[in-house]
């Protein structure tokens, strides 16, 4: 599986590339000139992905990618290679993929009724990790590490993952302050707003519906 040949095209057109609906290192060096001039994270020098598209990513990565709904795994993988070659030499990795209640609610704890930070403002199964409440998810969050291996907790890094996930028909959670959060929906639900789609796919879970498409 490939990204949405479609949305990759709608952003070649927006950026001047070739449509050929192929997300390729001159669509990805042309989406960071844009990026960069109207207004987004000064982009890094381009670079050509050391690796294909279709590759397996790092252990890690692909230990979460595992985790969440079939359809959508070779998606987020390939996003990640395209987020790499923009960013190099940091490294991004998916550090978080499906949640279940439990690790949810002890998340949502935190801050709450548990000592520590707040980390989320959603209880199970409210998040898309949840995915509805179903056994897979539909989100990640990334995390950068520097060459060294040292974990990137701020940069400009997370701006340029997401506008890239964006251009290629993920939801960010920059639009609810959570920057390193990339989801991608069914496609009958991308259209809605957070809170819509959330109740629709714990709809679709709950009456026993395919949440995908």
């Known amino acids: 599986m490939t990204l949405d040949a479609d949305k990759v095209r709608q952003f070649q057109c ?13 669509t990805l060096n042309l989406g960071l000139a844009w990026i960069a001039a109207h207004g987004g994270t000064e982009a890094p020098e381009p670079v050509t992905p050391a690796q294909p598209p279709t590759g397996l990513a790092d252990p890690r990565s692909e230990g979460i990618l595992a985790t969440l709904h079939p359809q959508v795994q070779q998606l987020f993988r390939d996003l990640l290679r395209a987020i790499n070659a923009a960013v190099a030499p940091a490294v991004g990795k998916w550090i978080s993929g499906y949640r279940g209640e439990a690790e949810q609610n002890a998340l949502y704890a935190k801050g709450r009724t548990a000592p520590g930070p707040s980390v989320t403002s959603a209880p199970w199964p409210t998040s898309s990790h949840n995915g509805g409440g179903g056994t897979t998810g539909f989100a990640c969050d990334i995390g950068f590490f520097s060459a060294d291996g040292t974990y990137i907790d701020e940069g400009p890094q997370y701006d340029v ?6 251009a290629a028909g993920f939801h960010w959670g920059a639009d609810f302050g959570d920057r390193p959060h990339i989801c991608l929906r069914p496609p009958t639900l991308r259209a809605m707003g957070e809170t819509a789609f959330i109740n629709a796919l714990i709809k679709r879970v709950n009456n026993g519906i395919a949440v995908w498409p």
Do not use: E, M, N, T
């Open 14 to 26: 927006a950026v001047g590339a070739k449509p050929d609906g192929i997300f390729g290192p001159a």
């Open 161 to 166: 993952a997401g506008k890239l996930a964006r």
